[in-house]
């Protein structure tokens, strides 16, 4: 197994009932707006992670299919832990922008994937495929979120 506190942490979780739903809460108290779509990651891997959200009253618009910002904190939440559980441990990672296309309306629960490539992880910008799909597998959305990596400051010893 990885060395990698995340994938440590989700490995952990995933052996008591409930697992999956124990970590992501733990994991969406980084941002607490993760916490509004009431996500689960269900898959964490080194450059994938895959989370899923229902389609409830609180997520929805005003035409009753799932808002445009539910969808990005899907595709953000699921972006940082990809990262978070991917990226070499002399580097850091901060997002820089993100570009989405809206291509179906989300009108079920939604699965989130964000995925890159092992070579996404060194210093510069790294683009993190994202999207977003309906229970039927249409895409509902999808983009990239661009994050600057850079080498960690040294520790000075005192």
């Keep these: 197994m ?3 506190y995340l994938l440590k942490l ?3 979780c995933l052996k008591y009932p409930f697992g999956r739903t124990i970590f992501s809460r733990m994991f969406a108290r980084k941002a607490p707006y993760f916490a509004t779509i009431k996500p689960t990651i269900t898959e964490l891997k080194p450059n ?3 989370l899923r959200f229902k389609k409830r009253k609180a ?3 005003h035409i009753g299919t799932v808002h445009a910002i539910a ?3 899907g595709l953000e939440m699921a972006m940082g832990a990809l990262a978070e559980a991917s990226i070499p441990k002399h580097l850091r990672w901060i997002p820089k922008g993100m570009t989405v296309q809206y291509t179906a309306k989300a009108d079920s629960d939604i ?3 964000a995925e890159c490539s092992a ?3 060194q210093a510069g910008d790294s683009a993190i495929c994202v999207r977003g799909l309906r229970a039927d597998g249409q895409v509902v959305i999808e983009g990239t979120i661009t994050i600057y ?3 960690k400051p040294s520790q000075k010893s005192s």
Aim: aromatic share 12%; charged share 15%.
């Design 149 to 151: 990596i850079s080498e």
């Design 10 to 12: 989700y490995h952990q």
């Design 2 to 4: 990885s060395d990698n």
């Design 119 to 121: 070579a996404s992880w």
């Design 71 to 73: 969808l990005c904190n």
């Design 48 to 50: 994938y992670c895959e």
């Design 59 to 61: 997520v929805q618009n």
């Design 111 to 113: 699965r989130i994937i």
